[in-house]
């Protein structure tokens, strides 16, 4: 039995952002609070990140009609890296089905850090999930195509999508990162041995590679977001880019995973789904309403933008986005 449209709608994240001058003011804010933040160290073991300004920032807030708000760098361009890893998950997962892709890959958190070889092998079968490296490479080899040119055209474009714009690659990190990713050509050999590549291992880590840099703004991180949001609806193009049902399982997978082994941590304090990357970016969503990206290379232990997560503390209550924030129950 389908249910009528009335009952759908109660089935969803509803509420809306606060009025345009409230979220400019908080987004202002936010920036103003954090911007002397001093703690936090570049990524260097990509050695082009290494060069990053560790002073860059920026906050963009986006909503799923369309408006955006900005402060700071948010135009700035910067190597997309592990914020990638929802969205080619999105599309394997909207190309597969939700029960497909997660018996290929996994969608449990590891509670492990982000390039973890442990993790794979703590598992009888061999998954994670596709926000850690490892089944970020193994949804990367499900990306159909007969050659690592074909599923790369493939992950841009979808990726583009997403964005709203055609993304280009930097090729001086791809560069940097294809000299140095031992590790990660390492986790797809293993991973091929489990039975969890579903191509070549050089060819995933290559596309994968290339994958993680793109190159988007803060804002682009926004509307990608804010298309996840919008139950796949990309707020500038109108197009539907997956579908609802693929949204929601990307949130559920962001909300327990995000953050490697910080993800308890994040969703105790900020409660929403989040993502973060090695380059400084940082993407969260607010279900129904919109997304929050942030923009400052510095990172904590665990590879986590620190002043990222110190705006997400701040604008997800400022801004009422915390799923988990209710108000005491009125007594009969
Ligand atoms: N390209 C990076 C890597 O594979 C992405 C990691 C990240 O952003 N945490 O190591």
Redesign the pocket.
């Known amino acids: 039995m389908s249910p009528s449209p009335n009952l759908t709608t109660r089935f969803v994240s509803t509420g809306s952002l606060p009025g345009s001058d409230e979220i400019r003011s908080l987004v202002e804010t936010a920036y103003e609070n954090f911007r002397e933040e001093a703690g936090g160290k570049l990524a260097d073991y990509?050695p082009a990140l290494a060069q990053a300004e560790p002073s860059a920032f920026g906050i963009c807030v986006a909503n799923t009609h369309g408006d955006a708000f900005m402060v700071g760098d948010a135009a700035q361009l910067f190597s997309i890296?592990?914020v990638s890893k929802p969205f080619v998950f999105a599309l394997i997962c909207d190309a597969l089905g939700p029960a497909e892709a997660a018996a290929r890959l996994g969608v449990d958190a590891t509670g492990l850090p982000?390039?973890s070889i442990m993790a794979m092998e703590l598992r009888a079968d061999g998954t994670s999930n596709p926000l850690v490296?490892a089944g970020a490479i193994a949804a990367t080899s499900l990306v159909p195509g007969t050659g690592a040119e074909d599923r790369w055209h493939l992950v841009r474009q979808g990726l583009s999508r997403f964005a709203g714009r055609e993304l280009e690659c930097d090729e001086r990190v791809y560069e940097s990162?294809a000299a140095t990713?031992q590790r990660?050509v390492g986790l797809a050999h293993l991973l091929r041995g489990h039975d969890r590549l579903y191509c070549d291992p050089d060819e995933a880590v290559d596309v994968y590679?290339r994958q993680?840099s793109l190159l988007v703004s803060s804002r682009d991180l926004a509307f990608m977001g804010a298309t996840l949001a919008g139950g796949g609806v990309q707020p500038l193009t109108g197009e539907q880019v997956v579908s609802a049902a693929t949204c929601q399982r990307v949130l559920a997978v962001m909300a327990t995973a995000g953050l490697y082994e910080r993800s308890g941590t994040w969703l105790y304090d900020v409660g929403l789904p989040g993502k973060?990357?090695?380059?400084g970016g940082m993407l969260t969503i607010a279900p129904g309403k919109g997304a929050v990206a942030t923009f400052s290379p510095p990172l904590d232990a665990a590879?986590n933008s620190v002043r990222g997560q110190l705006v997400m503390r701040f604008l997800s209550e400022r801004l009422g986005l915390n799923l988990f924030i209710s108000a005491p129950a009125a007594h009969q």
Do not use: D, K
Not at 276 to 279: F, T
């Open positions: 990509i890296q592990s982000f390039n490296n990162e990713n990660n590679t993680c973060s990357g090695v380059s590879g």
